[in-house]
Structures are given as C-alpha cells and as structure tokens.
C-alpha cells in the first residue's frame, strides 16, 4: 500500500484547477481596468455555474437584468485524463501512474532530517469557457475578448508553471440560448502536473496495521467461517 501527500508546490507544479483560478484573477484585472462608462457593457462575471439564482431570483423564468452583469463566463473541465508521453495532446504512450522525480531531504524545526522521495504524473486537460451575453452579438464581441485575453496571456501562464497551454478551438455551448442570454464556446489544452511525496514513515504504520487486520480476518474465517467477513 502507498501513501502520497501533495507536495509543496514550486515552479512548474500548478494543475487545472490552479489554472481557472490564475485565469480568474486575469479577468479580474481586467474588470478593474474597465473605466466606469464601461464597466455595465464589459465587466465579466466568471463562474463555475450559470448563476440563474441570480439572473431569475423569482423562479417565474424570465430573466432580470438589472443589476446582473451583461458578461458571464462559465468554466468547466469537461477532459481530464492521463497525460502523454508524446508531443500530442491525450496522445499515447501516456504516464498511467505517478513516477519518481526526484529524492529531497527536509529538515523541519528542530533540526531532523527526512528523505523524501518525489512522484510526478502529468496529466492532459480540456478547460472550457463558455461565454454568455444578452444578445448573440454581445455574445460573439465577449467570446473575441475572452479569446483574445487567454491568448495574450498563454505565454506568461506557462512561464509561471504550467507545462503547455494551447488554444483549441470553438465548440458548441451546453446552451444556446439560456435565460435570455445568448452563448458562444471554446476549449483550450492544458497540460499539467501533479507531485505527491511518500511519506515512509506513515506507510509503514499503515501497512502494519492493516497486516493486523488482514492476521485477524484469517483467524476469525479460520475459525469460524460463516461468521467472518
């Protein structure tokens, strides 16, 4: 049995999930930079769902735009999977399961030193952005924006930690048209990876005492086998 803790993150350790935040906090920028003219037609709302609670606070289905930012991102991570070994994306051979990295030494607070062996495995992901407007037009100027914004900023996102990220293209929208907004989509690869280190001390523990677990089943089946398990 095996027992991996996520490592302390370095550079060139982020995952998917850091990546909609870091993209976030883009957007976020951006908003701030709008002047106050601007803000109602171009602040975008980023989310992981569309926030019809906001949208329709009645439940009577028609949409309420007062208040409600004419922009709305949605973001989903609809492929996650093994990343490759190759230059193409979810290509094959692929790492099917963490590898050694490298083998570290900590020495925490009171001088004591561990051996610490580090595990890696990439992963390849799709990130999805789907873009909502009021109108399709609306629709079509944000997605450019939003496009335009990623593409701008790829570079500097694979120089903070990411391995590679490529603009993949559009795609469908879940809904076209959802309360009163108009959609339009697009994909982007991201490849990622992930370190976790083993921690030997707790694996042996562990492993002990599910032997003791294990010896206990044996003997209690051996002795009684309608009873155990």
Same mark, same amino acid.
């Given at each position: 049995?095996?027992? =991996? /803790?996520?490592?302390?993150?370095?550079?060139? =350790?982020?995952?998917?999930?850091?990546?909609?935040?870091?993209?976030?906090?883009? =957007?976020?920028?951006?908003?701030?930079?709008?002047?106050?003219?601007?803000?109602?037609? /171009?602040?975008?709302?980023? &989310?992981?769902?569309?926030?019809?609670? @906001? *949208?329709?606070?009645?439940?009577?289905?028609?949409?309420?735009?007062?208040?409600?930012?004419?922009?709305?991102?949605?973001?989903?991570?609809?492929?996650?999977?093994?990343?490759? =070994?190759?230059?193409?994306?979810?290509? &094959?051979?692929?790492?099917?399961?963490?590898? #050694?990295?490298?083998?570290?030494?900590?020495?925490?607070?009171?001088?004591?030193?561990?051996?610490?062996?580090?595990?890696?495995?990439?992963?390849?992901?799709?990130?999805?952005?789907?873009?909502?407007?009021?109108? !399709?037009?609306?629709?079509?100027?944000?997605?450019?924006?939003?496009?335009? @914004?990623?593409?701008?900023?790829?570079?500097?996102?694979?120089? *903070?930690?990411?391995?590679?990220?490529?603009?993949?293209?559009?795609?469908?929208?879940?809904?076209?048209?959802?309360?009163?907004?108009?959609?339009?989509?697009?994909?982007?690869? !991201?490849?990622?990876?992930?370190?976790?280190?083993?921690?030997?001390?707790?694996?042996?523990? *562990?492993?002990? #005492?599910?032997?003791?677990? *294990? &010896?206990?089943?044996?003997?209690?089946?051996?002795?009684?086998?309608? #009873?155990?398990?």
């Amino acid at each position: 049995m095996t027992q =991996l /803790k996520v490592a302390e993150k370095k550079p060139h =350790l982020y995952d998917v999930n850091d990546f909609l935040k870091i993209f976030g906090l883009v =957007l976020e920028v951006y908003n701030k930079r709008l002047s106050a003219a601007d803000v109602k037609e /171009k602040r975008i709302l980023y &989310t992981a769902s569309f926030p019809d609670n @906001i *949208i329709n606070p009645t439940g009577t289905g028609e949409a309420t735009m007062e208040n409600v930012p004419h922009n709305i991102v949605v973001y989903s991570i609809p492929r996650r999977e093994n990343g490759t =070994l190759s230059e193409h994306a979810f290509g &094959t051979p692929r790492e099917v399961r963490p590898r #050694q990295r490298e083998e570290i030494t900590v020495t925490d607070a009171n001088g004591h030193s561990q051996a610490r062996t580090i595990y890696g495995k990439w992963y390849d992901n799709t990130v999805r952005f789907e873009c909502y407007s009021p109108s !399709l037009e609306q629709a079509n100027d944000l997605i450019m924006r939003v496009e335009g @914004i990623y593409e701008v900023h790829a570079p500097w996102l694979e120089s *903070i930690g990411f391995i590679k990220t490529i603009y993949s293209g559009r795609t469908t929208p879940t809904y076209p048209i959802r309360m009163g907004y108009h959609a339009q989509a697009f994909s982007v690869y !991201l490849k990622t990876e992930r370190q976790w280190y083993r921690d030997d001390t707790i694996i042996t523990s *562990i492993e002990a #005492q599910v032997n003791e677990e *294990i &010896t206990s089943y044996h003997r209690d089946w051996q002795s009684n086998p309608s #009873q155990a398990g």
